[in-house]
């Protein structure tokens, strides 16, 4: 089991910025790909961004050019800078680790608006 907890959202104005951290609750040196979705209100989750344990990464087309996923295995957590926000990048971001059949694990969300 691994739990995950997201931190870092807020009320921010376009153009701002902000930086989420996603702590897991033990070792990610094996874990190979983490990332981070998100949903917005009366929306589908949708993938933001992927990292692979070599560093590998891969962004929604949306965020392209203003968001950095990265991650510190030596501190178990995962990031993402997000520079640069839209009002439409309001939503709540999850962590994420996928495990197939045997269910992904989620973190709890944390709230990112953007709005002046």
């Known amino acids: 089991q691994v739990q995950l907890v997201e931190s870092g959202g807020g009320l921010v104005q376009p153009g701002g910025s902000l930086r989420l951290a996603c702590a897991a609750s033990r070792s990610i040196f094996r874990i190979n790909t983490m990332g981070w979705y998100r949903q917005a209100p009366g929306k589908q989750r949708e993938l933001v961004a992927t990292i692979t344990s070599g560093g590998s990464t891969n962004y929604a087309d949306s965020v392209k050019g203003r968001f950095t996923i990265s991650r510190d295995n030596a501190k178990n957590t995962m990031y993402l800078q997000m520079n640069t926000l839209k009002p439409e990048d309001t939503a709540v971001y999850y962590c994420?680790?996928?495990?197939?059949?045997?269910?992904?694990?989620w973190g709890q969300g944390t709230q990112v608006t953007v709005s002046s």
């Open positions: 994420n680790i996928p495990r197939g059949i045997l269910g992904d694990y």
